[in-house]
């Protein structure tokens, strides 16, 4: 019997991006929705709806996800409860969380890198 040659793709991704402030949380596993991703990825820190998109507003948003996803394994994690580091969050995702969010995520505590 032949064996073929064994296939293989490099492919370059970013370091693991730590949001949390503090290591417990409580988070819920999603599926994100193809319009969640720019240029293949959703960045962890990113505001998430509970159905897997990027959340518009306080209306819509569940949790923050916390760690990057890409398009091609589209399942991760959305904190719901705990503490997220405001700093890494918004400076890694893109995206600033303003206080109307952050009034409709009570069980996230938000904390700037230099209250540590």
């Given at each position: 019997m032949a064996k073929a040659p064994m296939k293989n793709t490099l492919e370059t991704v970013s370091g693991n991006v730590e949001i949390l402030y503090k290591s417990d949380y409580e988070g819920e596993a999603v599926t994100l929705d193809t319009a969640a991703f720019s240029d293949g990825v959703c960045k962890a820190g990113t505001p998430m709806t509970r159905d897997g998109q990027k959340a518009t507003g306080?209306?819509?948003?569940f949790g923050i996800l916390l760690s990057d996803v890409y398009e091609d394994?589209?399942?991760?994690?959305v904190v719901y409860m705990g503490t997220i580091n405001e700093s890494i969050a918004?400076?890694?995702?893109?995206?600033?969380?303003?206080?109307?969010?952050k009034a409709a995520m009570p069980r996230i505590t938000f904390m700037k890198e230099e209250e540590k």
């Amino acid at each position: 019997m032949a064996k073929a040659p064994m296939k293989n793709t490099l492919e370059t991704v970013s370091g693991n991006v730590e949001i949390l402030y503090k290591s417990d949380y409580e988070g819920e596993a999603v599926t994100l929705d193809t319009a969640a991703f720019s240029d293949g990825v959703c960045k962890a820190g990113t505001p998430m709806t509970r159905d897997g998109q990027k959340a518009t507003g306080a209306e819509d948003v569940f949790g923050i996800l916390l760690s990057d996803v890409y398009e091609d394994r589209p399942q991760g994690t959305v904190v719901y409860m705990g503490t997220i580091n405001e700093s890494i969050a918004n400076t890694h995702s893109g995206v600033t969380i303003d206080t109307a969010m952050k009034a409709a995520m009570p069980r996230i505590t938000f904390m700037k890198e230099e209250e540590k």
